[in-house]
């Protein structure tokens, strides 16, 4: 299945400058985006990010054993928004960046932790996919959770949409 991820310039910019800023003690930082989900041709799915939020500083967690840990306060945040999401029916998207050129990919944490964020996601939203989104200096990756799937789905894509427009697309195949 095709999955394309879509957000605005304007949108990309606010992440891309919020996870750039240092923090007292993290190695980097993550934030939430949430979107909206909507179909492509041959049954593909696009998820259309609208907003993000930024998780203050004193929500992480100091864990030297990762670049990032966020704490309960955060994660009970974005349930919340999922669950009481204003448009009904929000997606809800981890996003981090790494400090690199080209695609980006999991890091052996990342693979690990993040996707155990997905059932509590799921649990107060079921009918909505949610997943990962991260990003390079030049590039991003996506992995999608759609309903009724336990495996994630690898975006094809994810469309930055403004001047200029950045279409960042998976090099690995399938």
């Known amino acids: 299945m095709r999955v394309e991820i879509k957000l605005t310039g304007s949108l990309f910019r606010e992440i891309a400058r919020d996870l750039a800023r240092a923090h007292p003690f993290a190695a980097e930082r993550v934030g939430f985006v949430l979107g909206r989900l909507g179909s492509l041709a041959k ?27 966020v704490g309960s306060a955060a994660l009970t945040w974005a349930m919340q928004a999922v669950y009481h999401g204003r448009p009904a029916r929000e997606r809800i998207f981890h996003i981090h960046m790494h400090g690199h050129i080209g695609e980006p990919r999991m890091s052996r944490v990342d693979n690990r932790d993040i996707p155990r964020l997905m059932p509590g996601f799921r649990s107060v939203s079921p009918e909505a996919p949610h997943g990962i989104v991260i990003l390079s200096l030049d590039h991003g990756s996506g992995w999608v959770w759609l309903p009724a799937h336990n495996e994630p789905v690898c975006a094809d894509t994810v469309c930055v949409i403004g001047a200029p427009v950045e279409v960042f697309e998976r090099r690995v195949t399938r």
């Open 43 to 69: 049954d593909g799915k696009v998820v259309i990010f609208t907003r993000y939020h930024s998780i203050p500083d004193d929500q992480y967690v100091d864990d030297p054993t990762v670049g990032a840990r």
